[in-house]
């Protein structure tokens, strides 16, 4: 009987995490758009982006997330407003940012915003354990921290992959990330 409960538990919950990785298949809906932009995450010295994931919006509908390749590339779709990156987790660690550290806006559904060319340093603030969800307002939970955030208006590279990938038709829009003091 554990066994089964064990796996309701990890099928209800991976139901309830979402990626917003765009693929060619996709179709946005009326409230969605996209955004594109490059992720480099560091750890000091050491660059740990491959197979990191990006969780955006701590909300209570689940996680939007994004894992992250070699490259850094991201392209997802998303709901229109104003979002922020909420976690960062590496296969050496993780780090929970404060809510509305690093934001940006997409106003209009239907569009391609980039976000910037963006190198996370985490400055060795990787835990390497958690309790594993960024919903805990347990104060034992996740501490908080801010990270050092760079961000560069160099869209060349994510833009040629976006158009090599789903055509030159749609006009890209800067949405740049921002970072509070």
């Known amino acids: 009987m554990k066994n089964y409960i064990l796996l309701s538990f990890v099928i209800v ?3 309830s995490c979402k990626t ?3 693929s060619t298949q996709d179709t946005l ?29 701590e909300n209570t509908k ?28 590496t296969p050496y660690g993780s780090v929970n940012l404060p809510i509305g550290y690093a934001n940006f806006s997409v106003p209009e559904t239907g569009k391609v915003y980039y976000i910037g ?6 400055e060795k603030k990787l835990r390497k354990k958690s309790r594993g969800i960024i919903y805990d307002t347990d104060p034992k939970g996740l501490k908080e921290e801010k990270v050092q955030i760079t961000i560069s208006d160099t869209p060349q590279k994510v833009s040629k992959a976006y158009h090599d990938a789903f055509g030159t038709d749609k ?6 990330l921002t970072v509070a003091p």
């Open 62 to 89: 689940g996680v939007l997330f994004y894992k992250l390749a070699a490259d850094g590339l991201v392209m997802m779709k998303l709901p229109k407003g104003n979002h922020f990156i909420k976690y960062i987790y």
């Open 117 to 122: 060319t963006i190198v996370i340093d985490t």
């Open 20 to 22: 917003g990785k765009l």
């Open 29 to 57: 809906s009326q409230s969605e758009t996209v955004i594109i932009g490059e992720i480099r995450i560091m750890n000091g010295d050491k660059e740990v982006t491959k197979n990191s994931k990006i969780y955006f919006d």
């Open 171 to 176: 006009k890209i829009e800067n949405a740049l």
């Open 13 to 15: 919950f991976f139901v």
